[in-house]
């Protein structure tokens, strides 16, 4: 069995893409943007501006993400510390916000977003 931090890209790349068609989708699309939104921030180190889709909970002006296999993935790093800006699609339209990422003692990582008014 594969270690969690060598998903192959492939089976990622390929999920995420059939993510993504359910949230478009005229039969699904509704329920699916109840729990799945993309999330579009530029990278720290390259500069390059990436999307990818994400599980979230919505409270008011806040939205939390509880990221899985945390040590399979990277976009979450962008957020350690002060954390910084990104966007979140929600009802249909792009919403700016300021996400920071922590990872607790048992090794979980959340990323909390305030979403701008």
């Known amino acids: 069995m594969a270690s969690q931090g060598s998903l192959p890209r492939q089976f990622v790349d390929g999920f ?3 993510v993504l068609r359910l949230r478009s989708s005229r039969r699904w699309g509704r329920l699916v ?46 957020f350690l510390g002060d954390g910084g800006p990104l966007s979140l699609h929600l009802d249909g339209v792009n919403r700016p916000g300021h996400a920071v990422a922590r990872r607790d003692d048992r090794g979980r990582v959340t990323v909390t977003v305030a979403l701008d008014s």
């Open 33 to 78: 943007q109840r729990h799945i939104t993309i999330v579009t921030y530029t990278g720290r180190r390259s500069g390059r501006t990436f999307s990818t889709p994400v599980g979230y909970r919505r409270t008011a002006g806040t939205v939390t993400i509880a990221v899985k296999l945390p040590d399979a993935k990277k976009w979450w790093r962008n």
């Open 16 to 18: 995420n893409t059939c």
